[in-house]
């Protein structure tokens, strides 16, 4: 039986349980050449496994896996490109539906092109995930799960019919339907195996479990020590296609932990203050890795938690290796026992097992962490790295406000109690501190404020995965409940936990009820408010909010408070421990100190503090360990695909190709392909293009395509009015990503986003030159395209941070945009655009901006040489102004590598892989 080149000879066979398994042996090839390998990241030899079973002579040559063994000497700096095969890919269904209509629309476009439509498969093991599109409609009440599942499937029935369509036609492609969990906790606790297997010509091929997913927090799995990560839809389609993924060999940042956690803390805390310290140091485009004594004292779920936050802290990955723990866990959630041996047998037989006493591997550089210091924290106003400590929250709040409404002079720390501000009153004192002044609400006994929390939401795969701090939620109730004390009239709360195992737990330790008594009753199980999915604030809290233009607040256990994401009500978003949540919801307020100040009073009239209803740890440790069991994993994901009553009545029609309606508002057949021809047009130079936009830092793929709600009075609305849809019936830009024509117009269309080509506006506006009219980003775009003129984006630093939205980059080039030039890109939304045909520049001097250049918007731009465009070539763009005066500026193309350039050269991937299976 002939082989794939084997240089250096490590196809071994490893017998485990009287079953043999073929395995790449990286003892094996560091004998046979590959010198001093042992000590390298255990992320690392992930991919240098990887390497030796793909070696093919073509994409991957004996060359490559050297350059990777040198990795030891050079930490990283090489930066040689390799070719990396992730054994399977995660979607979950707001980036799944477009994949999947991309998928339809390559059917069509083969048959146009005379081939077999039935080329166009999944090549990889593809499972989707319905859980993105359940909103928080009907929250604090025994039956708002059965009403939010009721409107999901009313709103989204277009959308699952295709996604059932999509589970039958495509071959390897499976949906887990709506109402099952979260996709990273469901990867957690069900589809990931820690060590793959595949049947290959009679022999069991083992290798680690490694995935891309269609979601940046994809990296929660590290937890387990599945390699994987987030990659834009455009990446994961060409990845379930059968393209590697290009990439450069990374850096990798070893994060020591040691100590333990001090009682008092959770595993949120710990991953705020992780967030924190990388974002500090900086890991974009890096792997993380932990290491260290401290990983003995942290539970696998917690070591998933700070996986999972990876996006935030802005590394491609944050990988934790296999251990003790790792078997324990999963042995505990169901798995196989013969998978569970295997995995242990190999991570033992690969050096990639750690122990107490493993040496240290080699790192590029490393940061330490002694966990006894960490401290109860929160994350905000509106960026994840931006920790402050619990007992600093009331204090800091004052400057954020006076941030967020513009300037104001610092404000002295607020003295009041909470109950001062509970009630509303009449003349305002003139020494009040924000937060006293409290605005009346239609038909309620109480007024709103500054400060106020409006939404308590437990949610988020970032701690519904972890049982210490839900239970630990729950006990916070339940201390709370027993004293008589009641949320605040005016928060909305709400539980959405990552998966069924959670509520069965809850339940069995009798904390259900007690959270239900708060207004924590289940909502649903999927993303809901970390991703905009909220739901709409009570008409009278959102009127009283607007009139008076109050900054209000969310706490929320997600992973993500970007401005505008949350509920376009609530313009301070705080990230904090699911048992903070429940405290900040009886406190009511970001101005109570509730580490000094009491949440309220007990039934005697007594002063209720944090310290009398925070559980301890031996509290939580004992209700894990009695309540959470494996036969509530076996029993949950016995039938994960089956679905309830409502997704088996779905009817499909279309067979091999999709039967596309043309009045769906929710599903069309996407542009891409159209008047496509087998041999790709050569590329053009960008000649007198306009100014779309001008953006400052940390422009976020949130403000570049909301998932959010969509607004009336926009393009997106307008479209939506236009087609018969009523505003009730908008749902939200995420649900609606599988139509282009909704999807371009909500393009930079955020609320709160800023062009400063139009100073002191917030929203999707930009001036059309040379008129100097002012009108929606969309509406300039297609005027623009109608008088033929090409355009360009200019922004700062982290451009395109945040969720690795497809959309981001697809409505970026159906704009009509052919360049974006920043001063720094986030990993994803870089290779987003590349995979589009749009070309990232960043500025090739330090210190150059577009500001330093003095650019208004109103300029023509020029860049030459895109024709004969090699990987990171600098280039020069020519800017005129519109005084006639020019100046040039050297900008270099992060076209990284030579298959990027394909991509790029062909139109976008989906074009390149149309083509080659096409030919």
Not at 218 to 232: H, Q
Not at 620 to 632: C, F, G, L, P
Not at 675 to 687: I, N, R, W
Request: net charge negative.
């Amino acid at each position: 039986m002939s082989h794939a080149p084997d240089s250096f000879n490590s196809r071994r066979t490893l017998s485990v349980g009287g079953k043999d398994y073929v395995y790449y042996d990286l003892k094996e090839a560091e004998k046979n050449g590959l010198q001093g390998v042992a000590r390298l990241p255990f992320s690392l030899k992930v991919l240098l496994e990887n390497l030796l079973r793909n070696e093919d002579d073509r994409t991957v040559k004996a060359d490559d896996i050297r350059a990777l063994a040198r990795w030891i000497e050079d930490k990283g700096s090489a930066g040689h490109e390799i070719a990396y095969r992730p054994a399977r890919v995660l979607m979950q269904d707001f980036t799944g539906v477009p994949a999947v209509v991309d998928l339809a629309a390559m059917r069509d476009a083969t048959r146009a092109l005379g081939a077999d439509p039935k080329k166009v498969n999944p090549l990889v093991p593809v499972d989707l995930v319905i859980d993105h599109s359940v909103m928080v409609d009907y929250f604090g009440q025994k039956d708002s799960f059965t009403k939010n599942v009721d409107a999901e499937y009313g709103r989204n029935g277009e959308r699952y019919t295709f996604l059932r369509w999509g589970s039958e036609a495509f071959e390897n492609f499976r949906v887990v339907p709506p109402g099952t969990g979260i996709c990273h906790q469901v990867n957690l606790e069900y589809l990931a195996q820690t060590v793959w297997t595949r049947d290959e010509n009679g022999e069991t091929v083992a290798y680690p479990d490694t995935l891309v997913g269609t979601d940046s927090h994809t990296t929660m799995v590290n937890g387990l020590s599945v390699l994987g990560w987030g990659v834009g839809g455009i990446e994961a389609e060409a990845a379930m296609l059968g393209q590697p993924i290009s990439m450069l060999i990374p850096e990798v940042i070893g994060f020591r932990m040691e100590g333990k956690l001090p009682e008092g803390t959770t595993a949120t805390d710990l991953v705020l203050t992780v967030t924190e310290m990388l974002r500090r140091r900086g890991v974009v485009g890096k792997f993380v890795e932990f290491f260290g004594p401290g990983l003995s004292n942290l539970t696998l779920e917690d070591q998933a938690t700070i996986a999972n936050m990876a996006p935030e802290y802005g590394a491609t990955c944050g990988f934790f290796p296999i251990d003790k723990d790792t078997i324990a866990y999963l042995e505990a959630t169901g798995r196989d026992k013969d998978r569970i041996a295997l995995v242990e047998a190999y991570a033992k037989a690969q050096g990639m097992y750690r122990e107490d006493g493993t040496p240290d591997p080699v790192f590029t550089d490393t940061l330490e962490l002694d966990l006894s210091t960490v401290v109860p924290s929160l994350a905000g106003p509106k960026r994840p790295q931006d920790r402050v400590a619990l007992t600093e929250a009331a204090t800091k709040f004052v400057d954020a406000l006076a941030e967020i409404k513009g300037g104001r002079k610092k404000s002295e720390t607020p003295q009041s109690t909470a109950d001062s501000r509970y009630m509303d009153e009449g003349a305002v004192p003139p020494n009040t501190t924000p937060g006293d002044v409290r605005h009346a609400v239609e038909g309620a006994d109480h007024g709103l404020a500054d400060g106020d929390v409006v939404i308590a939401a437990i949610t988020s795969c970032t701690n519904t995965s972890n049982p210490n701090v839900l239970v630990a939620a729950g006990l916070v109730a339940r201390k709370a409940h027993e004293k008589g004390l009641k949320v605040k009239p005016w928060v909305k709360t709400s539980l959405a936990p990552g998966s069924q195992v959670v509520t069965e737990y809850l339940d069995k330790a009798d904390l259900q009820k007690d959270l239900d008594a708060l207004g924590f009753n289940l909502v649903g199980y999927g993303c809901t408010t970390c991703i905009g999915n909220s739901g709409p604030l009570p008409e009278p809290i959102s009127e009283a909010i607007t009139q008076n233009d109050l900054v209000a607040c969310s706490v929320l256990s997600g992973n993500r408070n970007f401005e505008g994401r949350v509920n376009p009500d609530v313009r301070a978003n705080y990230l904090a421990s699911p048992p903070l949540v429940v405290a900040y919801a009886l406190a009511g307020s970001m101005f109570v100190d509730i580490t000094k100040e009491p949440l309220g009073q007990d039934q005697d009239g007594n002063d209720v503090y944090l310290k009398d209803i925070w559980p301890t740890t031996q509290e939580i440790a004992e209700i894990v360990r009695k309540t959470v069991t494996r036969d509530m994993f076996e029993n949950r994901y016995a039938d994960v695909f089956k679905g309830d009553e409502h997704w088996q009545k779905i009817e499909v029609s279309g067979g091999l190709t999709y039967d596309w309606d043309d009045r769906s508002t929710y599903v069309q057949n996407p542009p891409y392909f159209e008047g496509m021809k087998q041999e790709p047009e050569a590329v053009q130079d960008v000649k007198d293009a306009r100014i779309l936009g001008l953006f400052k830092d940390s422009i976020t793929t949130d403000h570049i395509s909301p998932a959010g709600s969509i607004k009336k009075d926009g393009p997106a609305g307008d479209y939506l009015v236009s087609h018969q849809v009523r505003p009730v019936d908008f749902n939200s830009y995420g649900a609606r990503r599988g139509n282009h024509e909704v999807m371009m117009r909500g393009t930079f269309a955020n609320i709160r986003i800023k062009n400063e080509m139009v100073p002191g506006v917030e929203g999707g506006v930009t001036c059309h030159q040379p008129s100097g009219a002012q009108m929606p980003i969309y509406d300039a775009a297609m005027k623009y395209k109608d008088e033929g003129v090409p355009l360009v984006i200019f922004a700062g630093k982290e451009y395109g941070t945040g969720s690795s939205r497809d959309w981001a980059a697809k409505g970026t080039v159906l704009l009509g945009v052919r360049a974006v030039i920043a001063e720094s890109f986030e990993r994803i939304h870089r290779s987003n655009l590349v995979g589009m045909g749009v070309v990232p520049f960043v500025f090739a001097e330090e210190g150059t901006s577009w500001q330093s250049l003095g650019i208004k918007g109103d300029e023509k731009v020029t860049i030459d040489g895109l024709t004969e465009l090699k990987p990171r070539q600098i280039l020069e763009a020519r800017i005129e102004a519109s005084d006639g005066s020019v100046q040039t500026v050297k900008i270099q193309a992060r076209i990284d590598t030579l298959d990027e350039l394909e991509y790029y050269r062909n139109g976008g991937i989906l074009h390149y892989v149309l083509r080659r299976l096409a030919a």
